[in-house]
């Protein structure tokens, strides 16, 4: 397990918005089968916020579908999330995730970032 490098939260009021950043070594994201976000709540279990299988087949969780978008940066280095209308439930600490499979499993996991939503 290699770890990947977060960057971009912090804290916003409601309705504002942020965009995370996920890096990993030299162009390993460009190689990813699956690449996702998740995100963990104060005192709740880990839950999956986003996924993007290959390069552009992209599934959202319901809760942020439409508000939240996943991309990949063209240079293969970094994954973005960017996040609309942020709403308090949105509370979490944030993680990136890279999967790579087809010649056995490598997994690589960001540090987690906070993103607080609050008046």
């Known amino acids: 397990q290699v770890q990947l490098w977060e960057s971009g939260g912090g804290w916003l009021q409601p309705g504002g918005s942020l965009r995370f950043s996920c890096e990993g070594p030299?162009?390993?994201?460009?190689?990813?089968?699956?690449s996702s976000w998740y995100r963990q709540a104060p005192g709740k279990q880990r839950d999956l916020v986003a996924s993007?299988?290959?390069?552009?087949?992209?599934t959202y969780a319901d809760s942020v579908k439409v508000r939240f978008t996943n991309s990949r940066d063209n240079t293969g280095n970094r994954m973005d999330q960017q996040m609309n209308s942020l709403k308090p439930e949105d509370t979490a600490v944030y993680y990136c995730?890279?999967?790579?499979?087809?010649?056995?499993?490598?997994?690589?996991w960001g540090q987690g970032i906070q993103v607080t939503v609050s008046s």
């Open positions: 030299e162009n390993i994201c460009n190689t990813f089968d699956l």
């Open positions: 993007i299988r290959g390069y552009d087949r992209t």
């Open positions: 995730f890279g999967g790579l499979f087809a010649d056995g499993e490598m997994v690589y």
